[in-house]
């Protein structure tokens, strides 16, 4: 079974490629990249005209919510918003009820992706049993169910003394660990960044020092064990600045940022939107700019998403009493194309590459994700650069609907994509 | 108007017409018969989700004199410990055909959560976290203006606990707009982040905040920022910022002290100031007979014109 992409232009920063060229695909993988117009008679045609055509876009942080959760999003559901989005891959953080700490639930997660999935789906394992930052996990099991790293996002860890052996063991198995940042004596019951519109809404905050000193805390330890130290979700100037000079010092360290961090500022809290709430908070200009600044530059490896769903009635409360987390899957490369590749502060390759090839290197994900190089899995998106649109929070494929974006406008969205060479169109 | 939810997103036109509109309505107190007609059949419930017996019963006064009528919920009588969201119980209470609401809530931003849901009834603001107190601002502002016959460039101190209070803002916003100069005065753990873009003056030090002022405001220290380790002591919060006798000393001679209360006497006001000795002005009682004028004001605002004039 072949299928030919034809008349588009093929962007794959994993091969310093963009040109307008064809792609061939055959039995599930990639077969080759043709010249225009190559005539493969017995494949099925699909025209791209005026598209381009990239690997599958990957978001190594998403919550799918199952088990435990599927009220608010399921593998199906969540799957289903990654492929509207362009992703062909995802992997999926562990706060899950029962938390993703034992082998039994990393085999679920894939049997069910088997079952349901239209997008490839790895599961991070907790670093502590039910994410309690207490006793370590079983990781070597996790790891041979399936789980390509390690994390207790949501839930990070306090101890200093359980983050060190947690760094140790992940750096015997080869595993990376992905951390939240945040000294929680510093944030205790805050709901917003700390800082003027906290001010204003008399909104309890969090400040930015509270990620900051986490970071420089959780750098030190990498330096210390030779974990590779994975930087979940930069908010700061601060981070910026910190994962910076740990690279510069030869530190296993990276790190990556959601759409949201550097397109969105705390006053989208303003008259108390719940659907802008979401750990770590949105912050201020400045640190978006460091962000950018970052992603630029190259200090900040990848763009993630972060998508959180929360159902409508449980955002629909009182800011305080709202959960923390937010959308990401559908609106990730809109965003990132108007945001960060129309205004120049990304090439298309460099975003591209930002969401494919680095992520994949980053969690060492399975030889051909994130490239369209022949003989590779054929997992393809396909963009439109030119369409202008309105995010609508009421046309998404997600089970839930909080997004900060309803009714931004935007230009470029996911056309289709190709998973393991099945075309999905929603 | 619709709704009151803060001062500062009302305009100063606004809050002129409430204050002149209280200041006329005051009168209607000092009467020996307290009643007009001008709410007749119109409802007003209190919603309290924390405990208030000053401002619930001063809403109820201002509700009942103007002959509305007034329902009181609890927040241990309503359906929160069923379980019922908020969002639901002000769904119930529009059903229920309340022309108002007066809210109060811990949480910050509730009373704009509502004004989003209801789109008939109209959401008063009884203090929601520590964002605003609107009618409470509103009565500071009717009260600094009965002394001092306006609110231009008045130098009002207002100190304590600022970071925690809605009081604090509301007359930061109200005083402001009005064109009084505000200077917010605590312990740097007690002042809000960013407090210095606040369009006031931010102080540190209780002499220099008092230095010449006009009013002070002094708000209530929760003996609970102690136990949370944002001060040392009460010992040492009163003498470095207790309202005495002696620090007002360097205000103006003619000083007017507020006080939104409770009061905790002895720790940020002394029992001689509140209690007006020495000759000093406190308008401590003035402000609660106020407050009922001011609420009298802003009921009629939001339910004195007929439906059928409604746009």
Redesign the interface.
């Known amino acids: 079974m072949k299928t030919l992409l034809f008349g588009g232009r093929i962007v794959d920063p994993s091969q310093h490629i963009d040109r307008d060229a064809d792609l061939l695909i055959e039995d599930g993988k990639i077969s080759a990249i043709l010249e225009p117009g190559t005539a493969i008679a017995d494949a099925e045609q699909i025209d791209v005209t005026g598209k381009v055509v990239v690997p599958g876009l990957i978001d190594i942080h998403v919550h799918l919510r199952e088990p435990g959760f599927e009220y608010k999003e399921d593998i199906e559901s969540g799957t289903r918003a990654a492929a509207a989005g362009g992703f062909t891959r995802v992997c999926c953080m562990p706060n899950t009820n029962p938390a993703i700490d034992t082998a039994a639930t990393v085999r679920f997660i894939l049997e069910r992706t088997e079952q349901v999935g239209v997008a490839h789906v790895h599961p991070i394992g907790a670093a502590t049993r039910a994410m309690q930052g207490d006793q370590l996990t079983e990781m070597a099991e996790l790891k041979s169910a399936g789980a390509i790293a390690i994390s207790d996002d949501a839930f990070p860890l306090q101890s200093a003394e359980t983050t060190r052996r947690a760094m140790e063991y992940c750096a015997m198995l080869n595993l990376p660990l992905l951390t939240h940042n945040e000294d929680k004596a510093l944030t205790q019951k805050g709901a917003m960044n700390e800082g003027y519109t906290a001010t204003l809404l008399g909104i309890p905050g969090m400040p930015r020092v509270a990620e900051d000193i986490a970071v420089a805390r959780n750098i030190m330890l990498a330096k210390l064990t030779g974990c590779h130290l994975h930087l979940l979700h930069i908010s700061t100037a601060g981070t910026v600045e910190l994962l910076r000079r740990a690279k510069a010092e030869g530190i296993k360290v990276t790190g990556e940022a959601c759409q949201h961090h550097w397109a969105l500022t705390d006053e989208a809290c303003m008259k108390f939107q719940t659907d802008a709430k979401m750990n770590p908070p949105l912050r201020t200009q400045e640190d978006c700019e460091a962000i950018k600044q970052g992603l630029q530059d190259g200090t900040i490896d990848c763009i993630v998403t972060d998508h959180a769903p929360h159902a409508e009635y449980e955002k629909e409360v009182e800011f305080d009493a709202a959960p923390f987390g937010i959308l990401g899957l559908e609106t990730s490369f809109p965003i990132t194309y108007t945001t960060l590749v129309k205004t120049g502060v990304l090439t298309l390759s460099e975003a591209i590459a930002k969401m494919t090839s680095e992520p994949a290197k980053i969690l060492s994900l399975p030889e051909g994700a994130g490239t369209l190089c022949p003989g590779a899995i054929a997992d393809v998106a396909v963009l439109d650069l030119d369409t202008i649109w309105t995010i609508d929070r009421n046309t998404v494929q997600s089970k839930s609907k909080n997004t900060p974006f309803h009714g931004t406008e935007v230009q470029g969205r996911a056309v289709f994509t190709v998973v393991a060479g099945r075309v999905i169109r929603l | 108007m619709k709704h009151l939810l803060t001062l ?1 997103e009302t305009s100063k036109t606004d809050i002129d017409y409430l204050l002149d509109t209280a200041g006329t309505l005051r009168e209607i107190l000092e009467r020996p018969v307290k009643k007009v007609p001008t709410l007749r059949g119109r409802a007003m419930i209190t919603l309290f989700y924390e405990n208030s017996t000053r401002t619930r019963t001063s809403f109820e006064m201002a509700a009942k004199i103007m002959s509305a009528e007034a329902i009181n919920i609890a927040v241990s009588q309503s359906s929160v410990s069923k379980g019922e ?3 639901d119980s002000l769904l119930t209470l529009q059903a229920l055909k309340a022309d108002c609401i007066v809210m109060r ?6 009373p ?2 509502a004004a ?2 209801l789109k008939h009834t109209s959401i008063i603001n009884a203090g ?5 107190h609107p009618t409470q601002g509103l009565l500071d502002m009717l009260t600094i203006r009965q002394t001092k016959g306006q609110l231009e460039d008045l130098e009002v101190a207002i100190v304590g606990d600022i970071a925690h209070s ?1 009081v604090a ?1 509301s007359n930061i916003w109200g005083l402001t707009k009005m064109g009084a100069k505000v200077r917010l005065v605590g312990p740097r753990t007690l002042l ?4 210095d ?2 369009p006031v003056q931010v102080y540190d030090n209780l002499a220099q905040g008092l230095d010449g002022v006009d009013v002070v405001n002094v708000l209530r220290l929760q003996t609970e920022r102690m136990e949370k380790g944002l001060l040392p002591s009460l010992r040492e919060y009163s003498r470095l910022f207790g309202i005495s006798q002696q620090s007002l000393k360097l205000a103006q001679p003619d000083v007017m002290v507020l006080h939104p209360g409770p009061m905790n006497r002895g720790v940020e006001i002394s029992a001689d100031v509140a209690d007006g000795k020495f000759g000093i002005h406190s308008a401590i009682e003035e402000q609660v007979t106020n407050g009922i004028a001011v609420r009298m004001a802003v009921l009629y605002a939001l339910m004195g014109v007929s439906s059928d004039t409604e746009a």
């Open positions: 500062r969201s908020l969002k809530h811990s949480s910050s931003g509730t704009e959560f989003q849901i929601d976290g520590r964002h605003e809605r803002r809000p982040p960013d407090a873009r606040l």
